[in-house]
């Protein structure tokens, strides 16, 4: 007889082990699942409830493992938390952002900085993007700064340009900084090449306040269900330490997977002289175990949405516009073979078929300098893969983490501006994928989307655009296949699948509550589904204080 800390009964628990079996009660103990039985309440002779035992009666609700997300900002979320939000729908046309801004003008002081997020040119009725001459108009002592919604794209007022020391002499014939029709800069920038002149300026958040952010922040994401998170970018030394401080403490009560850009390990990077191994261990060392190295970082192409994504045909909407690749092709062969030997899993950024085919080459070039059976190294995105691109990641093993909330968010206008009809069916081609035995996951790249494991299985099953129509049906992947996206597919792509991902004796206790049963309702049902409890070392982090089931 066991005695066991937390006790979930008449519970629907698909525990996605390798049998996929269903049970009925789960125990848990110091953390990890102890008990699984088929049973809705475990044999008396094998549990000890003590006084000290909660018990958890969900009534016939479904339990299946905390939910994994492997690619998101959950530091930049935090950052953005308080500046305006230049959203569409909430905000139709530029005029719609200036109101915003003018209102945060009013409480700001003169000369502090105004940011704003998530401006969307496709959504506004000019659908053009704001210039600095807008911003200007309603904050011309105020230096503004506002970023588009992909996040490779941004605009900055008059007096953020003049304090970055940018002007039309020195970069007028930059091709990453927007121009109007008299040739002068209408402060649109374009990629990271213009954006870090602004970003160089843009004020330092005290640690409290960022700490106090990523606070909320994360009850946001367990609210969703995700147990294990990924952070896709974590920028600089500052950022890091953030993190770490926020595992460590219990901030963030997630268990966190950092990829850290590639500057931060190679070059004059702080960490150029360490092995992945070595890093990794600092820093599960500095988080008490609460966070683990995932990847080193890369970019090699932007954003479909600002024409910034690398495609082997034009634009639909701009015969002369290809995108642009980030790197020369030797140049990134060399910089995946380095960190390839130094043993670090890499994570490229590749939204545009051209981008993904370059990053292939790429990591061709390393294997065959320095051969490594089980690598995982991925692409991030994976949005416009060819056939013949997912041919060659299963011949080389690598995987694919999708962002396949653009099918919903962008779909219509991939078919009618970016890609075409013919291009567009295929974006987030998930089906082709699983046909490969490719190893994939989903991902909502917040703040890009809301943060929503469920809704990303909702778009995965059903390829719906926000108009309503279905993109690309042939590239639809039945339920369980999402939900395993979701959890062991991203434990076996975090090098974690003897630990978490499934309900399993001996794995971590992190598992979720759910309302209904998501194998078994309408698949157009499945993003309406409410967690009820997410927990995470067989604690309750969150408890959804509308239902109460406890016995």
């Known amino acids: ?101 003018e209102k945060k003008r009013v409480t700001t002081p003169p000369g502090e900085w105004i940011q704003g997020h998530s401006y969307d040119d496709t959504s506004l009725a000019e659908k053009r993007h704001p210039t ?44 990453h900084f927007g121009r109007d029709g008299l040739n002068r800069l209408n402060g649109v920038l374009y990629e990271a090449p213009a954006m870090t002149a602004i970003q160089a300026v843009l004020p330092v ?26 952070d896709a970018g974590v920028w600089d030394e500052d950022s890091l330490n953030i993190m770490l401080e926020a595992a460590k403490s219990g901030i963030i009560p997630m268990r966190s997977q950092l990829m850290l850009m590639h500057s931060m390990l190679t070059g004059q990077g ?66 995946i073979a380095s960190l390839h030997k130094r043993g670090f899993r890499i994570a490229i950024h590749g939204n545009g078929d051209r981008a993904i085919g370059s990053i292939l080459e790429g990591f061709k070039y390393a294997l065959n300098e320095s051969p490594r059976l089980d690598h995982r190294h991925r692409i991030e995105h994976v949005q416009m893969a060819t056939r013949e691109d997912l041919n060659k990641m299963a011949e080389l093993n690598v995987a694919g983490s999708f962002f396949i909330n653009h099918v919903y968010y962008w779909g219509k206008r991939h078919e009618q501006m970016f890609l075409g009809p013919e291009r567009a069916k295929r974006i987030s081609p998930l089906r082709d994928a699983v046909d490969r035995n490719l190893l994939i996951t989903l991902h909502s790249d917040c703040p890009v989307t809301p943060v929503s494991p469920l809704f990303l299985i909702w778009a995965a099953v059903n390829r719906q655009t926000r108009e309503g129509d279905v993109l690309g049906p042939e590239q639809k992947i039945d339920v369980i296949t999402a939900l395993r996206a979701m959890t062991i597919d991203g434990a076996i792509l975090n ?19 759910l309302d209904k049963d998501l194998t078994d309702v309408n698949p157009l049902e499945i993003k309406d589904i409410k967690v009820l409890y997410t927990i995470i070392d067989g604690e309750i982090k969150y408890e959804n204080m509308n239902v109460e089931v406890w016995k």
């Not at 700064?145 to 940018?166: C, M, P």
């Not at 640690?207 to 998170?229: C, H, M, P, W």
């Open 270 to 335: 702080i960490f150029s002289n360490y092995t992945a191994s070595e890093l990794d261990q600092k820093i599960q060392q500095l988080s008490n175990g609460r966070a683990r190295l995932d990847s080193a970082k890369l970019f090699q192409d932007g954003s479909i949405q600002g024409l910034t994504g690398a495609l082997r045909e034009p634009y639909y909407c701009n015969d002369d516009t290809c995108g642009e690749l980030f790197y020369e092709q030797n140049a990134l062969n060399e910089e």
């Open 1 to 101: 007889m066991r005695s066991v800390d937390l006790l979930i009964i008449n519970a629907n628990v698909i525990t996605l082990d390798g049998a996929n079996r269903i049970a009925g009660s789960v125990a848990m103990k110091n953390g990890r699942i102890v008990g699984i039985w088929s049973q809705l309440d475990p044999p008396s002779n094998e549990v000890n409830i003590t006084a000290q035992t909660k018990v958890l009666n969900v009534e016939g609700a479904t339990v299946i493992p905390g939910f994994i997300e492997t690619h998101n900002h959950i530091l930049a979320c935090a950052y953005l938390k308080g500046s305006v939000d230049c959203s569409s729908p909430k905000n139709t046309c530029i005029q719609d952002i200036l109101h915003e801004i």
């Open 205 to 230: 958040m005290d640690k409290d306040t960022f700490l106090q952010r990523l606070g909320e922040v994360s009850q946001d994401y367990v609210a969703q269900g995700i147990t294990t998170n990924t």
């Open 132 to 175: 600095r001459m807008d911003l200007d108009q309603v904050a011309p002592h105020h230096p503004v700064y506002i970023t588009h919604i992909s996040g490779h794209l941004a605009v900055a007022n008059s007096k953020a340009l003049e304090l970055a020391g940018i002007d039309d002499e020195q970069f007028g014939e930059n091709p």
């Open 495 to 513: 090098f974690q699948a003897q630990t978490s991902g499934s309900i399993e004796f001996g794995k971590f206790a992190d598992v979720v509550v």
